[in-house]
């Protein structure tokens, strides 16, 4: 945070002494034969507004969002059984798509289908 605290900081310097520099050119421009100076002058003020302007300009926030489910009706816990044995099952881990059976090794794929 505070290297770019610092950032903004040399970048508001710059654009301040870039503002200076515009004025400087400015005045100067009003010596006879001199002119070109006030196109270099508005260059450098829309330099230096230009950086002010991007310092001003807030950025934009990330905002966490969290989603909470609850359902509607009563949750039952089904029994998982083996399909080739008939043995029990262990619960499936936190997104584990297959279980292996411990009695005659068949690997069963864990399906979940939506109750409509």
């Keep these: 945070m505070k290297t770019e605290t610092l950032a903004r900081l040399l970048v508001f310097g710059l654009a301040l002494f870039l503002l200076f520099l515009g004025t400087v050119f400015l005045i100067a421009a009003f ?31 990330i905002v ?10 009563e949750i039952t816990l089904e029994e998982l059984r083996c399909p080739k044995c008939g043995a029990s099952l262990p619960l499936p881990k936190p997104g584990q798509d297959y279980i292996k059976c411990p009695y005659c090794g068949t690997i069963v794929k864990i399906v979940e289908e939506p109750k409509w």
């Excluded at 010596?31 to 507004?49: A, C, D, H, N, T």
């Excluded at 966490?64 to 359902?71: C, D, G, L, Q, Y």
């Design 31 to 61: 010596k006879p034969g001199k002119e070109y100076r006030f196109g270099v002058s508005i260059i450098l003020f829309v330099m230096g507004m230009l950086l002010i302007i991007r310092l001003l300009r807030s950025k934009p926030k």
């Design 64 to 73: 966490e969002i969290r989603v909470t489910w609850s359902p509607s009706g």
